[in-house]
Nanobody, 118 residues
Framework: QVQLVESGGGLVQAGGSLRLSCAAS????????MGWFRQAPGKEREFVAA????????RYADSVKGRFTVSGDNAKNAAYLQMISLRPEDTAVYYC???????????WGQGTQVTVSS
């Protein structure tokens, strides 16, 4: 069974930074991508960022471009989300996800809370 474990969430003031980590229990080099999603209270889960392993291509939601950086490390079976210039609207539970194939986010972590105070 595939497990994804996130860490690095917390409380930060607006303008601050956080780095999220996600560790996978399988060899990520054989999968398509790892990504990050978030869900704020009363809202649907939304895509944040992803890294496609084979090409190294990264993708971002418009709302985080220029502030968030996604990266991955196949040797460690891990992905990261560096977040800077955080805003109160970034407050959400952040989930790590893994796609074995393109477009199929089949595996999810338990989520980590990020709270940005104004």
């Amino acid at each position: 069974q595939v497990q994804l474990v996130e860490s690095g969430g917390g409380l930060v003031q607006a303008g601050g930074s956080l780095r999220l980590s996600c560790a996978a229990s399988i060899r990520t080099f054989s999968t398509y991508a790892m990504g990050w999603f978030r869900q704020a209270p009363g809202k649907e889960r939304e895509f944040v960022a992803a890294v496609i392993w084979r090409s190294g291509i990264t993708r971002y939601a418009d709302s985080v471009k220029g502030r968030f950086t996604v990266s991955g490390d196949n040797a460690k079976n891990a992905a990261y989300l560096q977040m800077i210039s955080l805003r109160p609207e970034d407050t959400a539970v952040y989930y790590c996800a893994l796609a074995p194939l393109a477009g199929k986010w089949d595996y999810w972590g338990q989520g980590t809370q990020v709270t940005v105070s104004s």
